[in-house]
């Protein structure tokens, strides 16, 4: 399996899939954007295609499947696409008629983007389509794309395109974490757990997963390579040292917390809070110890760390 959201699975398509991709891309309704409503051998021939793309490219358009059942309800993935001209990475999705307007293709498009901005260079992701297909472009727009252009083409008279940067993705995932931990404020549901806390509000809000250790301070060795000094920028990841009082006895957990941006950071002590980041040098853990800064890391190094 190559991708898994909450309710989907996203892999690889294979000759087999053929009566289920028939099911989407034979239907008229379905493709009533598209250039031409697919027959038997357009089907077949979609599948070698993306075959051959995963040879070739390391990507294409995969078969998306209801995680609850494995039935296959479309298509959504990466493929190379000639845009007004140029050559460039597109994010295409196809959903069955009887599960459209279910979220579906957004759920899985924004799996996709996140696939594709932390495993190739691509410095953006675009999405084009025909400029009547507005439920194309407002879930491409749902993922955090804007609109780039338009220009007219002999397929589709006028193409509509969408794109999102790399520097704009990793702010819509930062906002999203932000506004997920600044929903937690004067929580207590994470006291003693302030790793957890900021990987969750990663993953939560974004529907990502991260590679972290097995606490702040095994985490801050892991992201070593990456951390910095000084007033941390918004979105970061902040480490400190610190003794905790362990089922054993006293251990270097060490504490952390995600940077607002204004020298600020939130965190999860006894509840989750906010204070400046060099004020958490004031605190005092059970274990009578103070937090001493470590540094921060970048929320894109975080996204480069492999399981």
Known sequence: ????????????????????????????????????????????????????????????????????TSELIGDCGLTLQNINGEMLPEIGFHIRRDCQRKGYAKEAARAVRNWAFRNTDYPALYSYCKYTNEPSFRTAESIG????????????GKTHVSVITREEWLNVLTENMIRWAENKLGSREYAGWCLSFIEDALEKSNGIEIFG????????????????????????????????????????????????????????????????????????????????????VPIERVLKQKP
């Open 145 to 156: 794309m804007r609109f780039a252009c338009e220009y007219p083409d002999e397929i589709n």
């Open 213 to 296: 250790g097995d606490s702040a301070k095994a985490s801050a060795l892991l992201y070593a390579d990456g951390m910095r000094q000084g007033i941390p920028e918004r979105g970061a990841f902040v480490f400190y040292d610190c003794i905790c009082q362990g089922p054993d006895g006293p251990i270097n957990w060490g504490h952390c917390g995600i940077s607002l941006g204004d020298s600020k950071i939130i965190h999860a002590w006894d509840t989750v809070r906010i204070d400046d980041y060099r004020e958490i040098e004031a605190m005092t853990a059970l274990s009578g110890d103070r937090p001493r800064t470590i540094g921060w």
């Open 1 to 68: 399996m190559l991708l898994e959201t909450k309710r989907l699975l996203l892999r690889e398509m294979n000759p087999g899939d053929y009566d289920a991709l028939f099911q989407v891309l034979g239907d008229p309704e379905t493709m009533w954007h598209y250039p031409y409503t697919f027959d038997g051998k357009h089907v077949r021939d979609w599948i070698e295609r993306n075959m051959n793309r995963y040879r070739k490219d390391g990507f294409g358009l995969w078969a998306v499947c209801l995680k609850d």
